[in-house]
């Protein structure tokens, strides 16, 4: 146990030192990812669960825009700043489930707190032995509209399922996440010199499609009589649309297009029409030993239309739980 537990930690660390060199920790907003919660559920399921049960958890990522959903992740501006998110949850033999979670991060002037939380109600599919299917809703509650901490999105609707019985398995993925945020921004007109100030409010609708395939591999009784680690790599097409509708409250709408290029976050366009939109690989790590999970997972994706912005990026999480 101790080894695993180094080796995982070990894993951690070289991960979060590549991320936090991408970007200034002060222009990234930070996002609930209570999505442990759900990657647990996944775990506890490949053993036959038959009675409801209770979870704990705490972790650490840099997932700033869905609990879920990878292709929207991805687009994100930074990914360097660490966000601690401790979370519960109840889920019940039938597959039904209901969590909470909360986004902690030490924001520079405010010191360290919470910037919003999370409700997610779900449905997972169990003990099937070729189909995996789940769908889940996630509400998020932001704390300031106008910290470039808080996420840009409230809504947040996932679906996934995958055929299980072949080595090699095949799975597909639905995503639609809708929410608004407000920024205040500054400008220097260089004609004139004057500076401006101006509170702009984005209205954001982005719709995704996510084609994998992969592989579960397991091994049981490592360390134990009562362990198991899983390993499971998957690659990913990712396809997506998206829009953005910008509205300024304190200055004419001739600078609205001027306000769309500030926002932060530059690869959701004022309209972008449903393609490909990424490549991505994913490796997902669980250690299970009693009640307790450890999970590591890392996320790389290699953006694909013209853009200005970084095309490759990583995610992250590391969570423990304990479920009872």
Do not use: C
Not at 124 to 151: H, T
Not at 230 to 245: H, K, Q, R, V
Not at 286 to 294: E, K, Q, R
């Amino acid at each position: 146990m101790q080894k695993f537990f180094f080796l995982m930690l070990f894993f951690f660390i070289i991960n979060s030192k590549t991320i936090a060199q991408d970007t200034p920790v002060n222009n990234a907003p930070a996002f609930d990812s209570a999505a442990v919660l759900n990657d647990l559920l996944l775990l506890l399921d490949s053993a036959d669960i038959s009675t409801s049960y209770a979870l704990v958890s705490l972790g650490i990522n840099n997932r700033l825009f869905s609990l879920h959903n990878n292709t929207l992740n991805a687009k994100q501006a930074s990914t360097s700043t660490l966000v601690y998110n401790p979370s519960v949850g109840y889920f019940h033999k039938s597959g039904f489930s209901l969590s909470a979670g909360a986004s902690l991060l030490n924001r520079q002037g405010k010191g360290f707190g919470a910037t919003q939380y999370s409700l997610t109600p779900a449905y997972d599919l169990l003990n099937n032995q070729q189909w995996a299917f789940g769908v889940s809703y996630s509400r998020y509650f932001i704390s300031d509209k106008y910290s470039s901490y808080s996420s840009p999105l409230q809504n947040d609707l996932y679906l996934y399922t995958s055929y299980t019985k072949h080595w090699l398995q095949p799975g597909i993925a639905l995503g639609y996440s809708t929410g608004n945020y407000t920024e205040i921004n500054k400008f220097t007109v260089q004609l004139t010199g004057n500076t401006y100030t101006d509170t702009g409010t984005y209205h954001l609708k982005a719709f995704s499609f996510m084609a994998s395939v992969g592989h579960d591999f397991k091994w049981q009784r490592l360390f134990g009589k009562e362990d198991e680690l899983g390993f499971t790599p998957s690659l990913l097409m990712n396809f997506g649309s998206d829009s953005t509708e910008s509205v300024s409250h304190t200055l004419g709408q001739n600078l609205v297009r001027f306000l769309k290029r500030r926002r932060r976050i530059p690869r959701l366009g004022d309209k972008n029409s449903f393609e490909a939109q990424s490549v991505g690989a994913s490796l997902d790590f669980n250690y299970a030993v009693g009640n307790f999970t450890i999970l590591p997972q890392v996320y790389f994706d290699y953006y694909l239309p013209k853009t200005d912005e970084k095309r490759f990026t990583q995610t992250f999480t590391l969570s423990v739980g304990y479920s009872f």
